[in-house]
């Protein structure tokens, strides 16, 4: 009440005598209470941070020393931090002050004094890529000297700064490795003899999730897992140079099947799998190739094959060397998630481009393996490919897509659905002077869909209605289902249509389809 009658009076608004009366008794019972300039009394929650106006009158703020000496002694000193109540301005001083907080952490690990909190926070700033270039070669020493319980405590912060240092790393004129490469694979090894938690996965709701490739990016061993092949790859090794010696151990060691930890660094050896197989064949196909065969409850080969199908590409030598695993990976596509879309691209390219040493039966076979989300992403990659292919249309669906259809593409209409039968109206209206013929390989498989006003956009606009009107109506007619939602522009197609072929009015397709447009007109 004192609120609101308040802010009638701060806003020239005459309150009645009644008014007045209430509002001098409740003020003079809280006489600390005022109006805030900034109306944040209108909110029932406020958030402010530093350089928001009144942000130091209502947070209680530490000030970090500017000497040396006495930065130590408050860094010596534990003050509770709770954000948002009381806080410091350490974060900024790392950033500004750089050589003074490295000097008086310095005095600290000559006493083997570490605090954890504040070196983690100095660690995440330094770790920034504009700040690492001038703080890596003054920080090192120091976490050499880290014992080993330190490091545990920090190793997330330790790993992201391996991470952001092995950007730095540029080829030597001599041949041999750099510094940075050198102190990687240093710290590498020690954070492999570490008892770093293996990871209880990363949770919805509560609930555990099959992630291992977000698992991998955020856990310690995939921060050095990553280092380790970036700053080597920044070397730049080329084909069938062997992994060096130097590197080898670290990468055998994370190949050991018996430590689960490690299985986050397979992961990411996984998605520079191409690489490390042009690098080092002999080595790639001896630690890495035999993981993708499914062994068990197959969570090793999963985890890999994610790591794969991450960010995948063909390289013909690879596939032809794990062909049997990659094209038995259809039966599990399920477990795959989201990585089961790149996988049935991977299926569909290989197919439209007939890979050497991949038979017509075996990726039939495969292809049919796949449950009803795997087949449409085959038909999504299909139409992908059909539309991308531009001015070789014509020669694409001849050469590409009509023999993948016809010799790949499963036999059996159980499995069709309205996103195949959409991903089949779509190519067929991509192909140019070839749409009747493409109808005609294509329509066992076309049923009504539930939303085909962009399949009725793309007649329209690919110029069959008016060039092959009884296959454009055909078409229509079998992707249009009572139930479809919204006609969109199909009074725009039939008009064409009748305009080109006057005869087709009195059939019966046009006239179901011309109902249905007038009972959907918006």
């Not at 065969?293 to 985890?303: H, I, K, L, N």
């Not at 067929?428 to 076309?446: I, M």
Request: with cysteine; net charge neutral; hydrophobic share 40%.
């Amino acid at each position: 009440m004192w609120l609101r009658l308040g802010k009638l009076i701060s806003a020239g608004i005459d309150l009645s005598v009644q008014a007045k009366k209430r509002f001098e008794q409740i003020a003079s019972k809280n006489a600390d209470w005022k109006i805030a300039e900034d109306e944040k009394d209108e909110f029932n929650f406020w958030m402010s941070g530093t350089g928001d106006p009144g942000y130091r009158e209502e947070h209680e703020i530490d000030q970090v020393p500017t000497t040396r000496d006495e930065l130590v002694k408050w860094l010596k000193q534990e003050r509770p931090r709770t954000f948002g109540t009381r806080e410091d301005e350490w974060r900024q001083a790392c950033s500004e002050r750089f050589d003074l907080v490295r000097e008086a952490l310095s005095d600290l690990a000559l006493e083997a004094i570490w605090p954890v909190e504040r070196w983690r926070e100095a660690l995440n700033v330094w770790s920034e890529p504009e700040k690492i270039s001038k703080t890596w070669r003054s920080l090192v020493p120091m976490i050499e000297v880290m014992s080993d319980d330190t490091l545990l405590k920090l190793i997330h912060s330790i790993t992201w700064f391996l991470r952001s240092l092995a950007k730095l790393s540029e080829p030597t004129t001599n041949g041999e490795h750099s510094e940075i490469t050198r102190i990687i694979v240093l710290f590498s090894n020690r954070v492999l003899d570490l008892p770093v938690n293996p990871g209880t996965g990363i949770r919805r709701n509560g609930e555990a999730l099959d992630e291992p490739v977000a698992e991998a990016i955020n856990h310690p061993i995939g921060h050095v897992a990553e280092a380790l092949l970036n700053t080597w790859f920044n070397e730049k090794p080329n084909d069938n140079d062997r992994i060096p010696l130097l590197i080898e151990p670290v990468l055998n060691r994370l190949c050991d099947l018996t430590v689960a930890r490690y299985r986050h660094g397979r992961v990411i050896l996984s998605s520079r799998l191409i690489a490390l197989f042009r690098i080092d064949r002999p080595w790639t196909v001896a630690q890495l190739l035999p993981l993708y065969t499914w062994v068990g409850d197959g969570s090793e080969a999963r985890s890999v094959w994610k790591g794969f199908l991450w960010t995948p590409r063909v390289y013909l030598p690879l596939f032809i060397a794990f062909k049997p695993a990659f094209l038995a990976l259809a039966y599990h596509y399920a477990v795959l998630g989201e990585h089961g879309r790149p996988y049935a691209g991977l299926l569909t390219y290989i197919g439209l481009n007939n890979l050497e040493g991949y038979s017509t039966v075996e990726l039939r076979t495969a292809v049919s393996s796949l449950p009803q989300d795997g087949l449409e992403r085959v038909g999504e990659a299909l139409w992908q490919g059909q539309e991308s292919a531009a001015q070789q249309r014509e020669v694409f669906w001849s050469n590409r897509v009509e023999p993948f259809w016809k010799s790949i593409w499963p036999k059996s209409r159980e499995k069709r659905s309205g996103n195949i039968s959409a991903a089949a109206a779509r190519v067929a209206l991509a192909t140019g002077s070839k749409f009747p013929e493409a109808l005609k390989t294509l329509e066992d498989w076309l049923v009504p869909v539930e939303f085909p006003s962009y399949i009725i956009t793309l007649a329209r606009n690919s110029g069959v209605c008016a060039a092959y009107p009884e296959q454009a109506l055909r078409l229509l007619n079998a992707v249009i289902g009572d139930d479809a939602r919204w006609a969109g522009e199909l009074g725009a197609c039939l008009e064409i249509i009748r305009n080109a072929r006057p005869r087709l009015v009195r059939s019966v397709s046009f006239e179901r389809l011309q109902i249905f447009s007038r009972r959907h007109v918006l």
